[in-house]
């Protein structure tokens, strides 16, 4: 299924901080100077080159992210039980312990006072094959399943089904957990969307490695018929060329994107010291 129709206004990085991740909008609110330099700088999946770290950027994004969590309101949220029932509803080939994984997730990071203005979640399940179609992007304040797609996942994560899974800069994995999305820009991939990690000792280094998503023509599910799998990323979450920019457009600005796998049931329970907010740490 690909694309529902739905619109999404677009928001300028200089804006983000009127639209978007409620109390943590100071976060987001940086200027385009500080978001040009990384727009300029992108790595290029399945090739010899990875650009400059945005280390200045994801430096300043902690100092103040920290300091916005220290003073994080946390508000009253839908229960969790409905919104795991409606995507449940909307997109019945996700397993339900994935869905209670996900929105769990989700709603530990909202009540911190990170993206509680979210209305769309994407779900990955990387313990499907790479030839099937492992994600999800519902809607939830419109109610309505947006995309179920294929999704690359890194290099050295394995085969058809991944079964390796990193952090760490230049690893050329798959890094799971919950990821808030930031703002689009034009790079090496093309149209590409920006991701920050917020799953501690999952995918704190996201930025750092640069970890985004973008369309890719190696994700092809025709090739993968005969090959035996899809192709495969430096550890981006790659998706179709086709279905790329309205995606992206989807989940920009503030949803959020949450990957499954190994070792992750974890991180549906809200524990101390469990979210993360782009942490340079490798």
Known sequence: MTGS?????????????ENRCGSCRQVFGASSQEFSSFGRQTRDDESNGIGLNPLSYVSSFLTRALGVLAVGVVVGFPAQADDAALIAQLAPNIRASVIEEAVGAMKCAQSGGVGVDARRLAIID??????????WIV??????????????????????????????????????????????????NGYSLKLHGLSKGFNESAMRRMIVMHGAPYVNPRTAAGVGRLGRSWGCPAVRVDVA?????????????????????????????????ASIAD
């Open 139 to 188: 809607d939830l304040q419109a109610k309505k399943l947006l995309f179920e797609e294929h999704v690359a996942h890194g290099r050295k994560s394995g085969h058809d089904v991944p079964t390796l899974f990193s952090d760490r800069l230049g690893s050329h994995q798959t890094s799971l957990g919950l990821f808030l999305t930031d703002a689009t820009y034009q790079g090496k």
């Open 245 to 277: 920019r309205p995606m992206i457009d989807a989940l920009k600005d503030g949803n959020f994107i949450y990957s499954h796998g190994p070792g992750t049931a974890s991180l549906s329970q809200c524990g101390p010291g469990s979210l993360a907010l």
């Open 5 to 17: 129709g739905a619109r999404t206004r677009v928001v300028s990085p200089a804006t983000l901080n």
């Open 126 to 135: 990387y313990t499907i094959a790479s030839r099937e179609q492992r994600m």
